[in-house]
């Protein structure tokens, strides 16, 4: 069975330092690999995805994460952080033969210390 | 943003009632998912559907039934709620499948007393 860990229930940074939001996961096949950020009393949006190709994914707010497949993570990364990017982030895996199952993370709440 | 809207944004119930949440997209997006979400859990999928009358279990079902008459529209229906049922309920659509990117609506925040 697929499973997502993520490391750290709350990561507090202080702005404009960098940041890292740990992801690994655990699967006997191919995934594809997902971050999303939830923004206080909001739903989810998606902030980058990795399907194929190059490992170093750009995705929206000046985030990029790392597909590494020998760790299994997939690890989010900003060099500089923002008060608005105080938010939830949540990690999320699919199968690559699964059209509806997205197995997701516990979350990990970005703290951002003026 | 994407169109999804979900109704009723609040909602209090008393144990053993039945209650419906509905979502309505204008996406006309092939496939729609209901997730709870709780704290230290991050989201279960509780049912989804991949056409008009076609919906399956996810891994938290039971408890729930879903519905889908119309393409726009997907309702979720705790059948006799109980306190466990307490959570936030996000519905989500995707174009096709979860390899493609999912939208979500704001959310139903559900308390069960």
């Known amino acids: 069975a697929q499973s997502v860990t993520q490391l750290d229930s709350q990561v507090p940074v202080f702005e404009e330092a960098p940041v890292e939001l740990r992801c690994n996961y655990s699967?006997?096949?191919?995934?594809?690999l997902f971050w999303y950020v939830q923004y206080p009393n909001q739903g989810l949006q998606l902030l980058l995805k990795?399907?194929?190709?190059s490992t170093l994914v750009k995705g929206i707010n000046g985030f990029e994460a790392e597909f590494n497949k020998s760790q299994t993570s997939f690890h989010l990364r900003k060099p500089s952080v923002h008060i608005s990017d105080t938010a939830e982030y949540f990690c999320?895996?699919?199968?690559?033969?699964?059209?509806?199952?997205?197995?997701w993370g516990a979350g990990t709440k970005l703290i951002i210390k003026p | 943003d994407a169109g999804i809207t979900q109704s009723p944004r609040h909602k209090v119930t008393e144990t053993g009632t039945p209650v419906t949440l509905r979502c309505h997209q204008t996406?006309?997006?092939?496939?729609m998912y209901w997730y709870r979400q709780d704290p230290g859990h991050g989201l279960r999928l509780i049912h989804y559907?991949?056409?008009?009358?076609?919906?399956d279990k996810g891994e938290v079902s039971d408890g729930y039934s879903v519905s889908r008459s119309k393409t726009e529209d997907f309702l979720l229906t705790l059948e006799s709620a109980t306190s466990s049922q307490t959570s936030v309920y996000f519905c989500?659509?995707?174009?096709?499948?979860?390899?493609?990117?999912?939208?979500f609506g704001q959310g139903t925040r559900l308390t069960v007393v």
């Open positions: 999320a895996v699919s199968k690559m033969d699964s059209n509806y199952q997205l197995i």
């Open positions: 699967s006997s096949v191919s995934v594809y």
């Open positions: 990795y399907l194929s190709g």
């Open positions: 996406e006309n997006h092939r496939y």
């Open positions: 559907s991949y056409g008009v009358k076609d919906t």
């Open positions: 989500a659509i995707t174009a096709g499948g979860v390899n493609t990117e999912a939208f």
